[in-house]
């Protein structure tokens, strides 16, 4: 979506999905949101983040996720912008 958190709808939305605490919720509500691809990219956003902060190389990842280099690169430079809220994803997913 949008990167600006000032945007009326982007606000709820994060307002919305704050607001949901159960697994299957999330779940359904993603599914209503997102296309398969898009779940599928966002799922692969995350596992990308986790491969990278373990050390794997980004060649390796892409061949892993069967995703291409460019798209390993863009999760790469993600986590050097956001790597702190990324960190608070992964600890809370690695529970």
């Given at each position: 979506?949008?990167?600006?958190?000032?945007?009326?709808?982007?606000?709820?939305?994060v307002q919305h999905l704050t607001?949901?605490?159960?697994?299957?919720?999330?779940?359904?509500?993603l599914a209503a949101l997102l296309?398969?691809?898009?779940?599928?990219?966002?799922?692969?956003?995350?596992?990308?983040?986790?491969?990278?902060?373990?050390?794997?190389?980004?060649?390796?990842?892409?061949?892993?996720?069967?995703?291409?280099?460019?798209t390993v690169s863009r999760g790469?430079?993600?986590?050097?912008?956001?790597?702190?809220?990324?960190?608070?994803?992964?600890?809370?997913?690695?529970?």
């Amino acid at each position: 979506m949008t990167n600006n958190t000032n945007d009326a709808a982007y606000l709820s939305l994060v307002q919305h999905l704050t607001e949901l605490t159960d697994s299957q919720e999330i779940d359904a509500i993603l599914a209503a949101l997102l296309t398969d691809k898009e779940l599928q990219d966002i799922a692969n956003r995350v596992r990308i983040f986790d491969l990278l902060q373990h050390g794997v190389t980004q060649r390796a990842i892409s061949q892993q996720l069967g995703v291409g280099i460019a798209t390993v690169s863009r999760g790469a430079k993600a986590l050097q912008r956001q790597e702190d809220a990324i960190n608070k994803l992964l600890k809370v997913h690695r529970r």
